[in-house]
Nanobody
Framework: QVQLVESGGGLVQAGDSLRLSCAAS????????MGWFRQAPGKEREFVAA????????GYADSVKDRFTVPIDNAKNTVFLQMNSLKPEDTAVYYC???????????????????WGQGTQVTVSS
């Protein structure tokens, strides 16, 4: 059974950093894309960032480019979302997702992802 378990959310102040973790289990993810999405109150879920498990390809939403990165620890089957210079508008529930597809232009497409985590809340105060 595939499981994606996010952790690391919390309450921080604007300008702070936070690292989310997504521990993946239940299958081999070597050909998968691992994505991060978020959903703010009253808004649709949106793409944040993604990485191919090989680490050779990454993609970012314009709103987080230059502030967020997606490190990966293959040995621990864990993907991270390193968030720096956080802003109040980054407040959302953050989800980890996994999908087996090709093409970096498809990273933002939620339907390409087969597995989803339960989400972790990130709140950024001003």
């Amino acid at each position: 059974q595939v499981q994606l378990v996010e952790s690391g959310g919390g309450l921080v102040q604007a300008g702070d950093s936070l690292r989310l973790s997504c521990a993946a289990s239940g299958r081999t993810f070597s050909s998968y894309v691992m994505g991060w999405f978020r959903q703010a109150p009253g808004k649709e879920r949106e793409f944040v960032a993604a990485i191919r498990w090989s680490g050779l390809s990454r993609g970012y939403a314009d709103s987080v480019k230059d502030r967020f990165t997606v490190p990966i620890d293959n040995a621990k089957n864990t993907v991270f979302l390193q968030m720096n210079s956080l802003k109040p508008e980054d407040t959302a529930v953050y989800y980890c997702a996994a999908g087996n597809f090709a093409g970096s232009t498809l990273y933002p497409r939620q339907r390409k992802y087969d597995y989803w985590g339960q989400g972790t809340q990130v709140t950024v105060s001003s």
